[in-house]
C-alpha cells in the first residue's frame, strides 16, 4: 500500500502526482495533502519515485521496504 506523510507536504499546491496515476487512486481536495485509494492502487510506484511524501509499505521495492523497517 501507499501512505501518505502529510508533513512532509507543504499543502499549498495542486499536486502534480495525481495526473500520473495509471489507475486514477490519488485524490486532493483543494491544496490539502493529497490522498490514495489503496482499493484501486496497483503498486506501480511512480507516485513514490516523483514524490516522497507518497510512501511505500509492502509494495514497490521491498527490499528498501525492509531495510526502511516497514
Ligand atoms: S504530495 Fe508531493 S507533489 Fe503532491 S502536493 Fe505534496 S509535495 Fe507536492
Ligand atoms: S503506486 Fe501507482 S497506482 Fe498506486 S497510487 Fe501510486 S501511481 Fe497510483
Known amino acids: 500500500m501507499i501512505t501518505i506523510r502529510e508533513e512532509l507536504c507543504p499543502q499549498n499546491h495542486r499536486c502534480p502526482v495525481i495526473s500520473i496515476c ?3 487512486a490519488i485524490t486532493q481536495e483543494g ?6 485509494d489503496n482499493d484501486k492502487c496497483i ?6 519515485a516523483r ?18 523497517g516497514w
Open 43 to 48: 503498486c506501480c510506484c511512480k507516485c513514490t
Open 31 to 36: 491544496f490539502a495533502a493529497p490522498q490514495v
Open 51 to 68: 514524490c516522497s511524501v507518497f510512501t511505500p509499505i509492502g509494495c514497490c521495492d521491498k527490499g528498501r521496504d525492509q531495510r526502511m
Open 22 to 24: 495509471p489507475v486514477n
